[in-house]
């Protein structure tokens, strides 16, 4: 009797052919490796399963010969001993058996008795891979259970249908016969940190994030929830920043907000004086004025408009930068007498005014304290013209720290120049002398402008 296994003619009996034993060994493909023969590599399970030839190598058996495919490979048998498997059965007494020109052996007969046939029992001849049950068929062998299969140690034992597979465990892979761990931290399995561990890995994530239910992607955390900041807060993403209000700014720690000193940055913020609040700042002015409309500069209180001054009824008020005075009645001291509110006048006919200023006039200015130099201040300006005449404009009497002198403009007027800061509060008191020449009736005579200067203490 013959039979072929994947190309290999064997004689053999049935006895023999149910004693077969062929053992393939399964390996599965690794990174980078392939199946054994008669084995194909299945991407969903990733691992190698068998490959049934008899249905996909057509006429893979010749002749009378049926195709019976195993794990790993395949056979060839008589179709008459797979359709009717059989086991004969010897009596309990052999007769002596003799040779026959054939390759089969007979048992000799006696003459008085009728030759005896071998009795089939109707139990199947199992293949490789299962054994006889004692109803009749074949039951699987689990060689995974009976420690009967060939797997490294590195592997597992997978049964199959009359056989069994060698597979590595997930998160390893074959690499030389052997069962190695996968770096799946290598392949970008998680979206952020990842540490591998024998045969797995764990993903985490970095601060600001927290890990998704999947386990490998991760999540922006909005940190604003949790209001870890003094002012304002705005999430990024995988942090936050905190922003503070108009007047503040961010302390050190990143959170909290600390009022910014305006007043420290320029000592010009404020016209006067500037004090720090929460968040701003103020300008403040000293007593006669008050701040102005755009916050910062100070503006004079006229006291003598609004009534807010101690001045009787027979005084006149003057205001000043910053403040105000009350003066008194014009009273002209003899032998001068008054002319008009502001004038005394001494008559040329009184020999008591020889020598003296025809007219004195009464004037009055405010000035700022450190006032810019030069600055033309007060002018004069001759209101009688004789002629044959010409006029000398000087300053007679209070310009002893020399901080004014006289510009003459034209033959009739002159201008009061400031020609050095003057610091206040100060009061001064100018005499400014008109002199008036005339040679062709020999005429010398001279008027007065005593021009009070008031001061203010600061320069503004």
């Not at 490979?73 to 058996?97: H, W």
Request: negative net charge.
């Amino acid at each position: 009797m013959l039979f072929e296994v994947r190309g290999f003619r064997f004689c053999s009996s049935a006895r023999m052919l149910a004693a077969l034993v062929f053992i393939l060994l399964c390996v599965q493909p690794g990174h980078g490796q392939t199946c054994t023969e008669g084995f194909a590599y299945d991407r969903g399970s990733r691992r190698c399963i068998d490959e049934d030839e008899c249905r996909t190598q057509p006429d893979v058996c010749r002749g009378d010969m049926q195709c019976v495919n195993q794990n790993g490979g395949y056979l060839c048998l008589p179709r008459r001993l797979y359709d009717q498997p059989y086991r004969s059965e010897i009596p309990a007494r052999p007769e002596p058996v003799y040779p026959d020109s054939s390759d089969t052996f007979l048992p000799a007969l006696p003459r008085s008795v009728e030759p005896s046939y071998p009795r089939v029992r109707a139990t199947a001849q199992c293949l490789l891979g299962y054994t006889p049950a004692e109803d009749g068929s074949c039951d699987d062998i689990d060689e995974c259970e009976t420690n009967s299969h060939h797997c490294n140690p590195t592997q597992v034992c997978i049964n199959t249908a009359g056989g069994y597979t060698c597979s590595c465990t997930e998160g390893y892979w074959l690499i030389g016969g052997q069962c190695q761990d996968i770096d799946e931290c290598r392949y970008g399995y998680c979206q952020q940190l990842c540490a591998n561990v024998p045969g797995s890995y764990s993903c985490s994530c970095n601060p600001g994030f927290i890990l998704n239910p999947d386990s490998r992607t991760c999540q922006d955390v909005d940190e604003c929830e949790d209001e870890p900041c003094t002012h304002g807060c705005f999430n990024t993403y995988g942090s936050f920043m905190c922003n503070c209000d108009e007047g503040f700014e961010l302390a050190s720690d990143g959170t909290s907000c600390i009022d910014l000193d305006e007043c420290s940055f320029s000592e010009f913020l404020c016209q006067h004086r500037c004090v720090n609040t929460p968040g701003s700042f103020s300008c403040v002015c000293p007593p006669g004025y008050y701040v102005y409309e755009d916050g910062r500069s100070c503006e004079d209180i006229n006291e003598c408009d609004t009534g807010n001054n101690t001045c009787t009824t027979a005084q006149v008020c003057f205001n000043f930068q910053g403040g105000n005075t009350c003066l008194d009645a014009l009273q002209c001291h003899s032998p001068y007498v008054e002319v008009s509110d502001n004038q005394c006048m001494c008559s040329a006919e009184n020999p008591a005014c020889r020598d003296k200023p025809f007219t004195i006039l009464y004037r009055h200015m405010d000035l700022s304290s450190g006032r810019s130099v030069p600055a033309d201040i007060f002018q004069m300006q001759a209101t009688t013209r004789y002629p044959g005449a010409f006029y000398i404009f000087q300053i007679k009497s209070g310009n002893e720290g020399r901080e004014f002198y006289m510009r003459q403009t034209s033959n009739v007027s002159a201008t009061l120049v400031l020609s050095r800061p003057i610091k206040g509060p100060r009061e001064l008191v100018l005499d400014l002398e008109m002199v008036t020449v005339n040679n062709v009736i020999n005429f010398r005579g001279s008027s007065i402008i005593r021009l009070t200067v008031f001061v203010s203490e600061h320069p503004f």
